[in-house]
């Protein structure tokens, strides 16, 4: 580790010891660095070698001062730990990575006020954008959203109005499209598996999408089971058996995500279950992690990637004309997949 004795040690480093490194002007050396203005590949080179070996980095506070922003897009989502999210920041980077654009993440657990603080951090900095997770925010997170000048896109859920611009599913048409396809297939008394939905208002609309076409076939939901916390294998073992201890009858179970789809597919088969015989099991999410299952759960595509990607897109786009984020509304579409956990 390096110390202050060392000879290498240079707390500070400016445009000027670069430029006496390089025997270039300062002009030059940020010429090079902002990667702006006509400078030869032999300069840059040069340049850049003495950055490198003098271990260099901007002072990108220093620049934002004069342009009023950063090359930063703040992302903020709910959580790390649900593997929704770190596929939605896979298609962000995906598409960042061939611009300037560095994004910074920030994680709100699903908590309004905490939310808003990190929305409040995010803009202090001036980002070049900003994509949150979700419609619903506290009244003053939209108004420093709109007032910010900032792009700002919403992602994964388009039920409702947005601030600029939104990317994301219906969740409300997601579950009524997953009640019609479980009801075409001849199942009938149906138990309902998920999270407490206070905060999760995606996983409410899918919840109420799904009770409204049951209703509308003249059903209603036979039993329901729910749970807080992050969502686990463990936990949907637990709540399948729960359910089906408690109402022996049911012959299908629609769980929220796939995690919890998944553990109760380890449940029932354990327990010798005929699954989709005796019953049948669907999630929500399409999770890739899931296929090395003994069987796949049926489930519906959340387009994560797909969502991340476009978003960064129309920040990218942003960059250059900022007037085509506004009003931008894509809805993606995302098919319900059978498996083999449905007859």
């Not at 206070?198 to 939901?221: C, I, M, Q, T, Y």
Request: glycine content about 10%.
């Amino acid at each position: 580790m390096t110390s202050r004795s060392d000879p290498d040690y240079r707390p500070n480093l400016t445009l000027r010891d670069v430029s006496e490194a390089s025997g270039v002007s300062e002009m030059t050396v940020s010429r090079v660095l902002r990667n702006r203005g006509e400078v030869s590949e032999k300069t840059r080179e040069k340049v850049l070698t003495a950055a490198r070996e003098m271990g260099y980095v901007p002072n990108k506070i220093a620049g934002a001062l004069a342009s009023n922003s950063v090359n930063l897009v703040g992302v903020i989502i709910p959580s790390l730990s649900n593997m929704v999210f770190p596929e939605v920041m896979m298609g962000i980077s995906s598409v960042l990575d061939d611009t300037p654009l560095q994004p910074v993440v920030g994680v709100s657990g699903y908590e309004p006020e905490k939310e808003e603080q990190v929305i409040f951090e995010m803009l202090s900095w001036r980002p070049t954008g900003l994509i949150v997770a979700g419609l619903e925010h506290t009244e003053a997170a939209r108004k420093m959203m709109k007032n910010s000048g900032v792009p700002i896109v919403e992602i994964m859920d388009v039920d409702g109005p947005a601030i600029d611009a939104c990317v994301g599913i219906s969740h409300e048409r997601a579950g009524r499209e997953t009640a019609k396809e479980i009801l075409k297939r001849g199942y009938r008394k149906i138990g309902f598996l998920g999270t407490k939905m206070p905060l999760d208002h995606r996983a409410r609309k899918r919840f109420e999408g799904f009770k409204a076409v049951l209703e509308e076939a003249g059903l209603s939901l036979a039993d329901e089971e729910y749970y807080s916390g992050g969502s686990a294998l463990a936990k949907g073992r637990e709540m399948t058996e729960a359910i089906l201890t408690r109402s022996k009858d049911l012959d299908f179970l629609y769980y929220s995500n796939d995690m919890i789809g998944a553990g109760g597919l380890l449940y029932c088969t354990d327990a010798g279950y005929d699954v989709p015989g005796d019953i049948g099991l669907a999630g929500f999410n399409g999770l890739e992690l899931l296929d090395g299952m003994s069987k796949q759960l049926a489930t519906m595509d959340s387009c994560r990637v797909e969502i991340g990607q476009k978003a960064a897109e129309l920040i990218a786009d942003a960059l250059s004309k900022p007037s085509t984020i506004e009003n931008r509304f894509i809805e993606l579409s995302p098919v319900f997949a059978p498996g083999q956990t449905v007859r």
